[in-house]
């Protein structure tokens, strides 16, 4: 990769934005969490956002709670640098492990992702639902806690997903690799009968398409995304931090990752070019 020292336009000018006009700060241990700024800018156009991709330590889903926190307090400080008004942690792993500690540590809004096991088990018509997701998210307390809460009516089958963010990190969405590691994590939960399948890592929805064409037309997809983005929206309007100003708002991604085509995974996951500094 080719290292850009960015200073987007809207930063230069923070001393002179309110606080409603500054940045909504985005983070994950990739770039998977492009999937949930995707929602975030489609409902929320007028908000300027930054995105920070932090590959050079992805996947989160096989460290420690506690390495998982410090990278989690190391975005968010470099995101609060940047004077962002709220924070979206766009990542499951990261969430379970370290949003309560960052909410005691910071006093602006921090928004979190969660495997959709409510509106799963709500959509399921047979009572099994499938779950794809990290390591790390299948073993903490907050899944435990959803599965004690929502999928006490239903059969829940797990399937940790090793391998997978690392194909959607090297862009990776279509190769014979990334499609055989799907039919492999897919095969459980068909085998269980399930009709509805969580995608409870934000990387995941990048290869939604492949996995739609592996367990067919009969199961239901479900992720967070657009969940997330309506949740950040209620709390920007309760906090009086919505954007008032009808312009584009301006959308900036940093990272830290070392390979050379990390420009083009972000512009190839994102739809569209972009300016991509270093972190």
Not at 70 to 92: G, P, Q, S, T, W
Request: hydrophobic share 45%.
């Amino acid at each position: 990769m080719i290292c850009k020292i960015l200073m987007p336009e809207f930063l230069s000018k923070s001393n002179n934005l309110t606080q409603s006009q500054a940045a909504i700060g985005v983070f994950d241990s990739g770039v998977g969490g492009i999937s949930v700024l995707q929602h975030i800018h489609s409902l929320l156009p007028h908000e300027h956002l930054i995105y920070v991709a932090d590959s050079k330590h992805a996947p989160y889903g096989n460290k420690t709670p506690a390495e998982i926190t410090e990278r989690c307090f190391a975005l968010a400080d470099f995101l609060i640098a940047k004077n962002v008004k709220a924070l979206v942690v766009a990542c499951n792993t990261a969430t379970a492990a370290a949003i309560d500690d960052m909410r005691e540590k910071y006093t602006l809004p921090i928004i979190g992702m969660e495997p959709a096991v409510k509106p799963a088990a709500e959509a399921s018509k047979n009572g099994i639902v499938g779950v794809l997701a990290t390591t790390g998210t299948l073993k903490s307390a907050q899944f435990a806690a959803l599965l004690e809460s929502y999928g006490r009516n239903v059969k829940v089958v797990t399937q940790a997903c090793v391998g997978l963010v690392e194909c959607v990190e090297r862009g990776e969405l279509g190769a014979e690799n990334t499609k055989a590691l799907i039919r492999q994590y897919c095969a459980p939960l068909l085998a269980e009968g399930a009709d509805t399948i969580v995608l409870g890592c934000t990387h995941y929805p990048f290869v939604r398409d492949v996995i739609a064409e592996v367990v067919g037309k009969k199961v239901s997809l479900i992720d967070t995304g657009a969940a997330v983005a309506k949740q950040l929206k209620r709390q920007l309007e309760e906090s009086d931090l919505l954007n008032a100003f009808n312009q584009p708002g301006e959308v900036q991604f940093f990272t830290n990752s070392s390979a050379e085509n990390a420009n083009k995974v972000i512009e190839m996951l994102w739809g569209k070019s972009a300016e991509v500094g270093c972190l």
